[in-house]
Protein backbone atom coordinates (compact mmCIF):
# COMPACT_ATOMS: atom_id res chain seq x y z
CA UNK A 1 0.00 0.00 0.00
CA UNK A 2 1.17 3.35 -0.93
CA UNK A 3 -0.15 6.96 -0.91
CA UNK A 4 -2.67 8.53 -2.80
CA UNK A 5 -0.47 10.00 -5.67
CA UNK A 6 -2.06 13.51 -6.53
CA UNK A 7 -1.53 16.39 -4.51
CA UNK A 8 -2.13 19.91 -5.07
CA UNK A 9 -0.78 21.14 -8.01
CA UNK A 10 -0.10 17.39 -9.79
CA UNK A 11 -1.08 16.87 -13.23
CA UNK A 12 -3.82 14.48 -14.19
CA UNK A 13 -5.31 13.50 -17.52
CA UNK A 14 -8.73 12.01 -18.33
CA UNK A 15 -10.16 10.48 -21.27
CA UNK A 16 -13.42 10.56 -21.61
CA UNK A 17 -13.69 13.02 -19.30
CA UNK A 18 -16.82 15.24 -20.39
CA UNK A 19 -19.27 13.00 -19.15
CA UNK A 20 -20.10 10.35 -16.57
CA UNK A 21 -17.60 8.35 -14.80
CA UNK A 22 -14.35 10.62 -16.29
CA UNK A 23 -16.81 13.99 -15.32
CA UNK A 24 -16.75 12.73 -11.74
CA UNK A 25 -12.49 12.05 -11.61
CA UNK A 26 -12.30 15.43 -13.28
CA UNK A 27 -14.11 16.87 -10.66
CA UNK A 28 -12.68 14.93 -7.65
CA UNK A 29 -8.82 15.34 -8.76
CA UNK A 30 -9.81 18.63 -8.83
CA UNK A 31 -10.88 18.51 -5.49
CA UNK A 32 -7.68 17.65 -4.61
CA UNK A 33 -5.93 20.45 -6.02
CA UNK A 34 -4.82 18.48 -8.98
CA UNK A 35 -4.15 20.42 -12.48
CA UNK A 36 -6.78 18.23 -14.88
CA UNK A 37 -6.52 17.81 -18.52
CA UNK A 38 -9.34 16.30 -20.11
CA UNK A 39 -9.57 14.47 -23.49
CA UNK A 40 -13.12 14.39 -25.02
CA UNK A 41 -14.28 13.63 -28.29
CA UNK A 42 -17.66 15.53 -27.12
CA UNK A 43 -16.70 17.79 -24.38
CA UNK A 44 -19.82 20.43 -25.68
CA UNK A 45 -22.52 19.81 -22.62
CA UNK A 46 -19.87 19.14 -20.12
CA UNK A 47 -17.90 22.64 -20.53
CA UNK A 48 -19.80 24.61 -17.47
CA UNK A 49 -18.84 21.47 -15.33
CA UNK A 50 -15.89 21.72 -17.00
CA UNK A 51 -14.98 24.77 -16.33
CA UNK A 52 -16.04 24.93 -12.63
CA UNK A 53 -13.74 22.33 -12.09
CA UNK A 54 -11.03 24.88 -13.89
CA UNK A 55 -9.99 21.32 -16.13
CA UNK A 56 -8.01 22.19 -19.66
CA UNK A 57 -9.99 20.90 -22.05
CA UNK A 58 -8.75 18.88 -25.41
CA UNK A 59 -11.58 18.15 -27.88
CA UNK A 60 -9.69 14.80 -29.66
CA UNK A 61 -10.72 11.31 -30.16
CA UNK A 62 -8.89 8.52 -28.24
CA UNK A 63 -8.39 6.40 -31.16
CA UNK A 64 -6.54 9.13 -33.44
CA UNK A 65 -2.70 7.83 -32.55
CA UNK A 66 -0.99 10.89 -34.01
CA UNK A 67 -3.44 13.50 -32.65
CA UNK A 68 -3.32 11.99 -28.82
CA UNK A 69 0.55 11.87 -29.23
CA UNK A 70 0.83 15.78 -29.80
CA UNK A 71 -2.24 16.33 -26.67
CA UNK A 72 -0.29 14.53 -24.13
CA UNK A 73 3.60 16.08 -25.77
CA UNK A 74 1.08 19.51 -25.03
CA UNK A 75 0.07 18.76 -21.42
CA UNK A 76 3.46 17.83 -20.51
CA UNK A 77 5.22 20.89 -21.61
CA UNK A 78 2.03 23.06 -20.45
CA UNK A 79 0.41 21.83 -17.29
CA UNK A 80 3.28 19.61 -16.60
CA UNK A 81 4.36 15.61 -16.91
CA UNK A 82 0.76 13.63 -15.58
CA UNK A 83 1.06 11.56 -12.54
CA UNK A 84 -2.42 10.33 -12.89
CA UNK A 85 -3.55 8.86 -16.48
CA UNK A 86 -7.26 7.84 -16.17
CA UNK A 87 -7.82 6.41 -19.59
CA UNK A 88 -11.68 5.96 -19.17
CA UNK A 89 -13.15 6.91 -22.75
CA UNK A 90 -15.52 4.17 -23.93
CA UNK A 91 -18.87 3.73 -26.40
CA UNK A 92 -21.18 0.51 -25.87
CA UNK A 93 -22.33 -1.14 -28.58
CA UNK A 94 -25.65 -1.52 -27.41
CA UNK A 95 -26.30 -4.91 -29.63
CA UNK A 96 -27.27 -8.27 -27.70
CA UNK A 97 -26.99 -10.19 -31.17
CA UNK A 98 -23.49 -8.21 -32.59
CA UNK A 99 -24.40 -9.84 -35.91
CA UNK A 100 -27.01 -7.05 -36.59
CA UNK A 101 -23.99 -5.00 -36.15
CA UNK A 102 -22.33 -3.42 -39.71
CA UNK A 103 -18.72 -3.23 -40.04
CA UNK A 104 -18.22 0.54 -39.45
CA UNK A 105 -19.94 -0.20 -36.25
CA UNK A 106 -17.57 -3.45 -35.37
CA UNK A 107 -14.72 -1.15 -36.43
CA UNK A 108 -15.65 1.92 -34.26
CA UNK A 109 -16.34 -0.35 -31.36
CA UNK A 110 -12.25 -1.97 -31.50
CA UNK A 111 -11.10 1.58 -32.49
CA UNK A 112 -12.62 2.99 -29.52
CA UNK A 113 -12.23 0.85 -26.77
CA UNK A 114 -9.38 -1.23 -27.71
CA UNK A 115 -7.00 0.97 -30.13
CA UNK A 116 -7.92 4.29 -27.89
CA UNK A 117 -6.83 2.43 -24.69
CA UNK A 118 -3.54 1.18 -25.97
CA UNK A 119 -2.60 4.41 -28.18
CA UNK A 120 -3.24 6.35 -24.82
CA UNK A 121 -1.66 4.37 -22.62
CA UNK A 122 0.89 4.58 -25.50
CA UNK A 123 1.24 8.33 -26.09
CA UNK A 124 1.13 8.47 -21.83
CA UNK A 125 4.32 6.49 -21.43
CA UNK A 126 6.84 9.12 -22.40
CA UNK A 127 5.60 11.78 -20.22
CA UNK A 128 4.59 9.66 -17.25
CA UNK A 129 7.37 9.92 -14.60
CA UNK A 130 8.21 7.06 -12.24
CA UNK A 131 5.79 7.03 -9.63
CA UNK A 132 2.81 7.55 -12.21
CA UNK A 133 -0.27 5.71 -12.38
CA UNK A 134 -2.15 4.77 -15.54
CA UNK A 135 -5.28 3.25 -14.55
CA UNK A 136 -7.97 1.83 -17.13
CA UNK A 137 -11.60 2.20 -16.85
CA UNK A 138 -12.18 -1.66 -17.85
CA UNK A 139 -15.53 -3.10 -16.85
CA UNK A 140 -17.37 -6.34 -15.10
CA UNK A 141 -18.13 -7.73 -18.73
CA UNK A 142 -14.22 -7.74 -19.30
CA UNK A 143 -14.15 -10.44 -16.31
CA UNK A 144 -16.96 -12.13 -17.43
CA UNK A 145 -19.68 -12.65 -20.09
CA UNK A 146 -22.26 -9.75 -20.79
CA UNK A 147 -24.96 -11.32 -22.83
CA UNK A 148 -26.39 -7.49 -23.37
CA UNK A 149 -23.47 -6.57 -25.57
CA UNK A 150 -20.98 -9.27 -26.62
CA UNK A 151 -18.68 -7.16 -28.17
CA UNK A 152 -18.66 -4.68 -25.74
CA UNK A 153 -17.87 -7.60 -23.05
CA UNK A 154 -14.99 -8.79 -25.80
CA UNK A 155 -13.42 -5.27 -26.12
CA UNK A 156 -13.15 -4.77 -22.21
CA UNK A 157 -11.65 -8.21 -22.42
CA UNK A 158 -9.19 -6.91 -24.56
CA UNK A 159 -8.18 -4.07 -22.50
CA UNK A 160 -8.02 -6.13 -19.10
CA UNK A 161 -5.70 -8.85 -20.89
CA UNK A 162 -3.66 -6.03 -21.90
CA UNK A 163 -3.52 -3.93 -18.81
CA UNK A 164 -2.52 -7.29 -16.71
CA UNK A 165 0.26 -8.22 -19.83
CA UNK A 166 1.95 -5.03 -20.20
CA UNK A 167 2.13 -4.02 -16.36
CA UNK A 168 5.53 -5.46 -15.79
CA UNK A 169 7.20 -3.46 -18.98
CA UNK A 170 5.29 -0.35 -17.28
CA UNK A 171 6.30 -1.15 -13.93
CA UNK A 172 9.93 -1.76 -15.01
CA UNK A 173 9.77 2.02 -15.57
CA UNK A 174 7.96 2.92 -12.38
CA UNK A 175 4.88 3.67 -13.61
CA UNK A 176 1.41 1.26 -12.41
CA UNK A 177 -0.79 0.00 -14.70
CA UNK A 178 -3.97 -1.23 -13.28
CA UNK A 179 -7.66 -0.73 -13.97
CA UNK A 180 -11.07 -0.47 -12.78
CA UNK A 181 -13.90 -3.34 -14.18
CA UNK A 182 -17.26 -1.70 -12.56
CA UNK A 183 -20.58 -3.25 -13.03
CA UNK A 184 -23.68 -1.05 -14.27
CA UNK A 185 -22.93 2.60 -13.31
CA UNK A 186 -25.77 5.35 -13.65
CA UNK A 187 -24.52 7.34 -17.13
CA UNK A 188 -25.47 8.44 -20.09
CA UNK A 189 -23.55 5.64 -21.87
CA UNK A 190 -26.45 3.35 -20.12
CA UNK A 191 -29.28 5.78 -21.06
CA UNK A 192 -32.02 7.02 -19.22
CA UNK A 193 -34.64 4.65 -20.36
CA UNK A 194 -32.57 1.00 -19.28
CA UNK A 195 -32.00 2.79 -16.35
CA UNK A 196 -35.62 4.05 -15.18
CA UNK A 197 -36.12 0.26 -16.15
CA UNK A 198 -32.94 -0.76 -14.02
CA UNK A 199 -34.66 1.10 -10.93
CA UNK A 200 -38.31 0.27 -11.50
CA UNK A 201 -37.18 -3.59 -11.00
CA UNK A 202 -35.19 -2.79 -7.95
CA UNK A 203 -31.68 -3.58 -9.50
CA UNK A 204 -28.83 -1.72 -7.60
CA UNK A 205 -27.18 0.96 -9.85
CA UNK A 206 -23.37 2.10 -9.23
CA UNK A 207 -22.90 6.08 -8.95
CA UNK A 208 -20.15 7.75 -10.24
CA UNK A 209 -18.95 8.51 -6.98
CA UNK A 210 -18.79 4.52 -6.18
CA UNK A 211 -16.29 3.98 -9.24
CA UNK A 212 -14.35 6.88 -8.55
CA UNK A 213 -13.90 5.04 -4.96
CA UNK A 214 -12.69 2.07 -6.64
CA UNK A 215 -10.56 4.22 -8.62
CA UNK A 216 -9.15 5.41 -5.10
CA UNK A 217 -8.37 2.19 -3.96
CA UNK A 218 -6.12 1.44 -7.56
CA UNK A 219 -4.39 4.40 -7.21
CA UNK A 220 -3.51 4.05 -3.25
CA UNK A 221 -3.05 0.30 -3.55
CA UNK A 222 -0.77 1.00 -7.07
CA UNK A 223 -0.76 -3.34 -7.76
CA UNK A 224 0.60 -3.25 -11.11
CA UNK A 225 -2.20 -5.07 -13.34
CA UNK A 226 -4.56 -5.83 -11.05
CA UNK A 227 -7.97 -5.07 -11.82
CA UNK A 228 -10.37 -3.86 -9.47
CA UNK A 229 -14.09 -5.18 -8.91
CA UNK A 230 -16.75 -2.33 -8.33
CA UNK A 231 -19.79 -3.46 -7.08
CA UNK A 232 -22.70 -1.54 -4.96
CA UNK A 233 -23.01 -2.38 -1.75
CA UNK A 234 -19.14 -3.76 -1.57
CA UNK A 235 -15.48 -2.41 -1.20
CA UNK A 236 -13.50 -2.13 -4.56
CA UNK A 237 -11.42 -5.72 -4.33
CA UNK A 238 -8.47 -6.91 -7.20
CA UNK A 239 -10.54 -9.65 -9.18
CA UNK A 240 -8.63 -12.81 -8.29
CA UNK A 241 -7.39 -14.26 -11.80
CA UNK A 242 -7.27 -18.20 -11.89
CA UNK A 243 -3.92 -20.02 -13.19
CA UNK A 244 -3.82 -21.69 -16.27
CA UNK A 245 -3.88 -25.25 -15.90
CA UNK A 246 -0.67 -26.63 -17.09
CA UNK A 247 0.75 -23.01 -18.20
CA UNK A 248 4.17 -22.13 -17.08
CA UNK A 249 5.62 -18.88 -15.87
CA UNK A 250 5.20 -16.30 -17.63
CA UNK A 251 1.98 -17.28 -18.86
CA UNK A 252 0.70 -18.91 -15.45
CA UNK A 253 0.34 -16.08 -12.96
CA UNK A 254 -1.00 -17.77 -10.19
CA UNK A 255 1.03 -16.76 -7.91
CA UNK A 256 1.02 -13.25 -8.61
CA UNK A 257 -0.97 -11.14 -5.84
CA UNK A 258 -4.08 -10.81 -7.89
N1 LIG B 1 -21.82 3.15 -17.45
C1 LIG B 1 -21.55 1.88 -17.18
O1 LIG B 1 -22.43 1.07 -16.82
C2 LIG B 1 -20.14 1.38 -17.28
C3 LIG B 1 -19.81 0.17 -16.65
C4 LIG B 1 -18.51 -0.31 -16.74
C5 LIG B 1 -17.57 0.38 -17.47
N2 LIG B 1 -17.93 1.54 -18.09
C6 LIG B 1 -16.89 2.22 -18.84
O2 LIG B 1 -16.66 3.46 -18.24
C7 LIG B 1 -16.12 4.36 -19.20
C8 LIG B 1 -16.87 5.68 -19.13
O3 LIG B 1 -18.22 5.41 -19.41
P1 LIG B 1 -19.44 6.29 -18.89
O4 LIG B 1 -20.46 5.34 -18.42
O5 LIG B 1 -18.98 7.36 -18.01
O6 LIG B 1 -19.94 6.85 -20.30
P2 LIG B 1 -20.35 8.30 -20.82
O7 LIG B 1 -20.96 8.06 -22.15
O8 LIG B 1 -21.12 9.00 -19.77
O9 LIG B 1 -18.93 9.01 -20.99
C9 LIG B 1 -18.01 8.59 -21.94
C10 LIG B 1 -17.23 9.80 -22.44
O10 LIG B 1 -16.27 9.31 -23.39
C11 LIG B 1 -16.24 10.21 -24.48
N3 LIG B 1 -15.78 9.51 -25.68
C12 LIG B 1 -16.43 8.56 -26.39
N4 LIG B 1 -15.71 8.18 -27.45
C13 LIG B 1 -14.58 8.92 -27.41
C14 LIG B 1 -13.44 9.00 -28.25
N5 LIG B 1 -13.33 8.24 -29.36
N6 LIG B 1 -12.44 9.86 -27.93
C15 LIG B 1 -12.55 10.65 -26.82
N7 LIG B 1 -13.62 10.63 -26.01
C16 LIG B 1 -14.62 9.77 -26.29
C17 LIG B 1 -17.69 10.67 -24.62
O11 LIG B 1 -17.78 11.90 -25.36
C18 LIG B 1 -18.10 10.82 -23.17
O12 LIG B 1 -17.84 12.13 -22.69
C19 LIG B 1 -16.22 3.66 -20.55
O13 LIG B 1 -14.98 3.08 -20.87
C20 LIG B 1 -17.24 2.56 -20.27
O14 LIG B 1 -17.07 1.47 -21.13
C21 LIG B 1 -19.18 2.08 -18.00
Redesign the pocket.
Known amino acids: MSAYPLGSGDVAVV ?9 RAVERFAQRGAKVAV ?5 GA ?1 QAALAAAGSTVYQ ?4 DREALDAVFADISSTLGPPKVVFA ?5 AGAADPFTLDGDAIETML ?3 VK ?1 VVWTIGAARPHTPPGGHIVV ?5 GAGPYTIDPL ?1 SAT ?1 HAVVGFVRSLAPLLQSEGITLSAI ?5 D ?4 GEDVVELLKSVNFDL ?1 S ?1 DDVIDALDVALTEAQPGACYISLPGMEPVPYRFRGLPGARVPLDDSSAPL
Open positions: TGGASGIGLVDLNPAYDVSNAGIHNVNGTASLSYKAPGIVTPLVLT
